[in-house]
């Protein structure tokens, strides 16, 4: 299943909103620090609301110690950036790929745009910057989910009207 990893965030509420989403996808949240706020529990709390509980947040001191981790586990590192010209939904996601978000107000350093397997971007209209990092991550995140068939099977009662 594909995972989430998030380089340096910024911005709480982003944060707090991709691990709901990690929640409720039931795929595991990387967070790659230094953050840009506060990591204490309450903070992240408050940032996740109640599905702190239920997400599967894995925190990495550093970007080396999240990509050593990495390639003992031999998984592919896709980022998604605004500096790509390769469509997101023109690639072809591995259950075991991972997919980095860039610190919100600065992306992500030369020396990681040089390593990772891929870069993929979120075709947008001409003159946009970029879109927010949890909207994006929802929106590449569901086709790697739909390509891998690794979305969650609810239960049956969970199906009821």
Known sequence: MPHLALYQPDIPQNTG???RLAACLGIDLH??????????DSALKRAGMDYL???RLIRHLNFEAFNAW?????????????????????????????LLLGRESSGVPETVHEIVDA???IPMAEGMRSINVAI??????GEALRQTEAF?????DARQP
């Open 152 to 156: 969650p099977v609810p239960s049956a």
């Open 17 to 19: 909103t991709l691990l």
């Open 119 to 121: 870069r993929l971007t």
């Open 31 to 40: 967070l790659i620090e230094p953050a840009g706020f506060p990591l204490s």
């Open 136 to 141: 994006s991550a929802g929106m590449v995140l």
């Open 53 to 55: 509980e239920r997400a």
């Open 70 to 98: 990495r390639e003992s586990e031999d998984r592919r590192l896709l980022l998604l950036t605004t500096k790509s010209s390769s469509p997101y939904v023109d690639f072809s996601y591995q259950a075991t790929d991972i």
